[in-house]
């Protein structure tokens, strides 16, 4: 396990470091400034299981420690109230791994702050003796106490930038808080009844100064502690408010983690919709292309029996050439033919390959390309679908492929020796134009788009 340790300035830690180097820590590290806040934020993105202790004196206390270094007071104020908003940004944003404690309840209760260490950190093995040795906290002195809280006073941020930083601090003592936090009722009353007797008190001092001015010293003395109570009283009323404050925190962050819960169920939920659609494009994709690679197959096949039909008809050509030198003409012709077919079914079999490799969204633009083109060959007057059907039989029963004649000429039939019509000769047509076979295109699709108006004949 990876301990982050960060502190204000002027922070007494150096008595708790044989703990924290026990724990893991390499370091106590001061966040003063954004910069020491943000190396302190990216150990802790950098590496999950990592965690953080933050301390953090009182105002008060702070100023007591710094008194005899060489900064003013409003330098040291400011040196605090910057590490204060950095460590309630970080506990925020890393609730569960950074930990923010009080030093001054941390150095008066030692053996529960250890304790409660060991058990969030999962420790199993005991604190050393060595570590568990501190020296007795001594507070900052009343006058200095009173000197801050009329400073919080005249400066309200500063005032609730404190008492947010002690709400969200994790209590040491929970005994003493929940005894502290029971009735504040009845220590307000208490406080109000003290306060009518400080009262009568004082009334009756100035009536015995009359009478009685031997008694003055111990009238004064005992206004002294009257006085001593109130103030006490008032800290307890403070020390009520501050923990409906931290009761009012707990429930906040109840609350936001309700919230964060319900959010993280309709994401789930989103994911695995998501999950699914995925699923069902990645079948979809796998029956595409099997579809082409049965497609492939077929051509392939076809490539095959008419090299094999193309052989045979070259050797007998060649043992019959003497015999048949009349047919000549119409023997080259079949073979250029023949040839003519191996090409286009070459360039339809490297057609189907390249189309094996488009992605679905690919493959859908191009079919939306392909109906188009077929409804426009449809619709001209060189395609006849009712003729087209009735001279391939192999098409008609098929029951795909007879649905749209016209796509089936424009992708495979031309290619394969098919006429649209008796008007026109897809063969005779590339034969006479080796400039569309060299492209590519449908001769037809060639025809009704360039030939035509170009004066190329279509038989």
Request: charged fraction near 25%; aromatic fraction near 8%; include cysteine.
């Amino acid at each position: 396990m990876v301990l982050l340790v960060g502190s204000t300035p002027y922070s007494d830690v150096k008595p708790l470091v044989p703990f924290f180097e026990w724990l893991g820590s390499t370091s106590v590290q001061l966040l003063e400034s954004s910069q020491q806040a943000e190396e302190l934020e990216q150990q802790l993105k950098s590496n999950t299981q990592a965690g953080a202790i933050l301390l953090f004196h009182s105002l008060e206390y702070t100023l007591h420690q710094a008194v005899t270094g060489q900064d003013s007071a409003e330098g040291v104020v400011e040196r605090w109230r910057l590490a204060a908003e950095q460590m309630l940004r970080l506990s925020k944003l890393y609730r569960g791994r950074v930990f923010l404690f009080d030093l001054d309840e941390v150095l008066s209760y030692p053996q529960m702050f250890f304790d409660l260490c060991v058990d969030k950190f999962s420790v199993t093995s005991e604190v050393p003796t060595g570590c568990k040795v501190l020296p007795q906290f001594n507070p900052a002195p009343a006058s200095l106490t009173l000197a801050v809280a009329q400073l919080k006073k005249t400066q309200m941020p500063l005032f609730r930038l404190s008492e947010q930083l002690k709400a969200c601090a994790y209590p040491v003592n929970i005994s003493e808080v929940k005894a502290e936090s029971s009735d504040p009722l009845a220590a307000f009353n208490e406080y109000r009844q003290l306060l009518l007797q400080a009262q009568a008190l004082s009334a009756s001092q100035a009536d015995t100064e009359a009478k009685l001015s031997d008694r003055d010293n111990e009238l004064l003395l005992q206004t002294q502690r009257n006085q001593q109570l109130a103030t006490d009283l008032e800290q307890r009323e403070e020390e009520s408010s501050l923990l409906i404050k931290q009761l009012h925190t707990v429930q906040e962050e109840l609350e936001r983690a309700y919230l964060d819960k319900e959010s993280l169920e309709e994401e789930n939920s989103l994911l695995i919709n998501q999950l699914h659609t995925v699923q069902e494009e990645f079948e979809q994709i796998f029956l595409d292309r099997k579809s082409l690679q049965d497609e492939c197959s077929h051509l392939q096949q076809a490539v095959t029996d008419l090299n094999a039909d193309l052989n045979a008809r070259v050797s007998e050509l060649e043992g019959n050439l003497q015999q048949q030198g009349k047919a000549n003409d119409q023997l080259k012709r079949h073979l250029a033919a023949s040839e003519l077919r191996i090409q286009l079914l070459n360039h339809q079999l490297s057609e189907q390959k390249r189309l094996s490799g488009l992605n679905r969204i690919e493959r859908s633009l191009l079919k939306k390309k392909q109906l188009a083109k077929a409804e426009e060959i449809n619709q001209c007057e060189w395609f006849d679908a009712q003729w087209y059907l009735d001279q391939y039989p192999d098409i008609a029963s098929d029951q795909r492929l007879s649905s749209n004649p016209a796509l089936h000429y424009l992708r495979f039939g031309a290619f394969e020796g098919r006429n649209p019509s008796v008007r026109f000769n897809s063969f005779n047509y590339l034969l006479a134009n080796p400039d569309v076979l060299e492209s590519g295109m449908n001769p037809l699709w060639h025809f009704i788009k360039q030939g035509l108006d170009e004066g190329r004949k279509p038989l």
